[in-house]
């Protein structure tokens, strides 16, 4: 059984950092790509960042670019988002999502989810 945990989150004043992580289980979890995606009240789930299954490539969505960094430790199972000069509109809650090698930036591309932490950033 696949299980994902993220950890992390909190609140933050604005332009304040957090660093958000994600433990896989049940799976061998460097075959596995992971992302990172954020959902605020009222919105859609929407994509923030991804890793491969190599740690070799990684993508991010435009509005975190640059300010975001999504790493992972596969001698930890770990998968972690780095989150920097935070704004009001990062708040949200963070979804960690795995699929299989390769990355993704669809919500349907992604086959297991964890359970959510919530971030939030006041101004």
């Known amino acids: 059984q696949v299980q994902l945990v993220e950890s992390g989150g909190g609140l933050v004043q604005a332009g304040g950092s957090l660093s958000l992580s994600c433990a896989m289980s049940?799976?061998?979890?460097?075959?596995?790509?992971m992302a990172w995606f954020r959902q605020a009240p009222g919105k859609e789930r929407e994509f923030v960042a991804a890793i491969d299954w190599s740690g070799g490539t990684t993508d991010y969505t435009d509005s975190v670019r640059g300010r975001f960094t999504i790493s992972r430790d596969n001698a930890k199972n770990t998968v972690y988002l780095q989150m920097h000069s935070l704004k009001p509109e990062d708040t949200a809650v963070y979804y960690c999502?795995?699929?299989?090698?390769?990355?993704?930036?669809?919500?349907?591309?992604?086959?297991?989810w964890g359970q959510g932490t919530q971030v939030t950033a006041s101004s």
């Open positions: 049940g799976r061998t979890f460097s075959t596995y790509a």
């Open positions: 999502a795995a699929r299989l090698f390769n990355i993704a930036v669809q919500r349907r591309d992604y086959s297991y």
